[in-house]
C-alpha cells in the first residue's frame, strides 16, 4: 500500500518568512495530492491539493509542487503570519478513488 | 449548502462495549469516507461508502463496520472496544472521492 513521508515534523518560523514543508510517497500509481490544515481541536481543512498532471498550483500565499519522477510534493507558505500556526498534513491517494494516505503532520509555528 | 456534521462529539465508551457513530454528509456529496486520528497522528483510512456499497477499505479489523444511507449519510459501528480505539473519528465528504471535505469529529474515549 502507500506510504507517505512528511518533514520536517516541527517548523518554527519568523512572521514574514516563508515555510517549506515536504511530503514523499511510495505508490505511483497515486496521482492526488491534498493538503489540510488542522488546528488544535478542529477539523482537518483542505487548503490546496494537486493533481498528476500538473506540477505546480498557487492559491495566494500557498503554492504546491508536484515532482513525479522523484515521488515527492512540497508545500510553500509565504509571507508566514501567526494565523497560519496550525499542524499541516499532506496526503496521496489514487485519483478518483479517494482513500487518503495521510503524512505524519507538521507542527508550524509562526512568531509575531 | 451546509458542511459535513458528527455526532456526538464526545463519547467515552468501556472495553468490550459498542459503539456508533454518525455522519451527515455535505449537500450535494455522494462519498463518505472514515478515519481514525490517534493523539499526535496523522488520519488513517478506515473505509470509504459510495452509493450505500462499501468502496474500499484500510487496515482495521472486521469489528469495524459501517452503512451508508440512501441520503448518503453514514455510521460507523465498532463492536469489542478496545484500549487503542480512543481516538478521534473523522468523516469526510466529497463528489468525486478527491476533495474531501472533513466533519469536526467524534472524540472516542474507552476505559
Known amino acids: 500500500g502507500e506510504n507517505v513521508e512528511q518533514h520536517p515534523s516541527t517548523l518554527s518560523v519568523q512572521e514574514g518568512d516563508s515555510a517549506v514543508i515536504k511530503c514523499t510517497y511510495s505508490?505511483?500509481?497515486?496521482?492526488?495530492f491534498p493538503w489540510y490544515k488542522q488546528e488544535l481541536g478542529k477539523r482537518p481543512q483542505l487548503i490546496i491539493d494537486?493533481?498528476?498532471?500538473?506540477g505546480e498550483k498557487k492559491d495566494q500565499r500557498i503554492a504546491v509542487t508536484l515532482n513525479k519522477t522523484a515521488k515527492h510534493f512540497s508545500l510553500h507558505i509565504t509571507e508566514t503570519q501567526p494565523e497560519d500556526s496550525a499542524v499541516y498534513f499532506c496526503a496521496a491517494s489514487p485519483y478518483g478513488r479517494g482513500k487518503l494516505t495521510f503524512g505524519q503532520g507538521t507542527i508550524l509555528t509562526v512568531h509575531p | 449548502e451546509t458542511g459535513v456534521t458528527q455526532s456526538p462529539t464526545h463519547l467515552i465508551k468501556t472495553r468490550g462495549q459498542q459503539v456508533t457513530l454518525r455522519c451527515s454528509s455535505q449537500?450535494?456529496?455522494?462519498?463518505v469516507s472514515w478515519y481514525q486520528q490517534a493523539l499526535g497522528q496523522g488520519p488513517q483510512f478506515i473505509f470509504q461508502?459510495?452509493?450505500?456499497?462499501?468502496?474500499g477499505r484500510g487496515n482495521f479489523p472486521p469489528r469495524f463496520s459501517g452503512l451508508q444511507f440512501p441520503n448518503y449519510s453514514s455510521e460507523l459501528n465498532v463492536n469489542a472496544l478496545e484500549l487503542d480505539d480512543s481516538a478521534l473519528y473523522l468523516c469526510a465528504s466529497s463528489w468525486t472521492g478527491d476533495e474531501q471535505y472533513f466533519g469536526p469529529g467524534t472524540r472516542l474515549t474507552v476505559t
Open positions: 449537500s450535494g456529496h455522494n462519498t
Open positions: 494537486i493533481r498528476s498532471n500538473v
Open positions: 505508490d505511483s500509481a497515486s496521482n492526488y
Open positions: 461508502y459510495y452509493r450505500e456499497e462499501e468502496n
